[in-house]
């Protein structure tokens, strides 16, 4: 579980990653990010590059502003948790998860994946403005 909660500090300056589809916004405290739009078969390379990047123990995603997100997407997100494929696994925590997604998580069995954390508390990372 994540340590006491922390203010998260939204880095709004400029996105990681916007096609117009998806943008993948940085998140310093904790450490994540914050997805806003739709990942589907076009956006996914995309995400599992920026997910990639992530090397610490623990990583925050704020999925507030998820529109779509199919089963790829979410698989992209679980596996960093579960450590396949000989990779290290981490804590994920996702926050503000849409109900529509809980719902999959839970008929799937993803929500019982060692290392995950959903979060159902509503965070401070909301409604990210377009730059």
């Not at 990653?17 to 916004?25: A, E």
């Not at 739709?38 to 996914?44: C, F, G, L, V």
């Not at 290290?88 to 503000?96: I, T």
């Not at 799937?108 to 990372?125: K, N």
Request: contains cysteine; hydrophobic residues 40%; proline residues 7%.
């Amino acid at each position: 579980m994540p340590k006491e909660r922390e203010s998260p500090e939204t880095v709004t300056e400029h996105s990681l990653y916007d096609d117009g589809v998806l943008r993948m916004t940085a998140i310093g405290r904790p450490p994540g990010l914050a997805l806003a739009g739709e990942i589907d078969e076009s956006t996914y390379p995309a995400l599992v590059e920026k997910l990639a990047e992530f090397a610490g123990p623990e990583l925050h995603l704020f999925l507030a502003d998820v529109e779509y997100c199919d089963l790829a997407g979410l698989r992209a997100m679980i596996r960093l948790a579960n450590g396949r494929r000989g990779s290290r696994s981490r804590l994920v925590v996702l926050h503000d998860v849409p109900a529509r997604l809980q719902t999959v998580l839970s008929i799937v069995g993803w929500d019982m994946t060692p290392g995950l954390v959903i979060d159902r508390r509503t965070s401070a990372v909301r409604r990210i403005p377009r730059t």
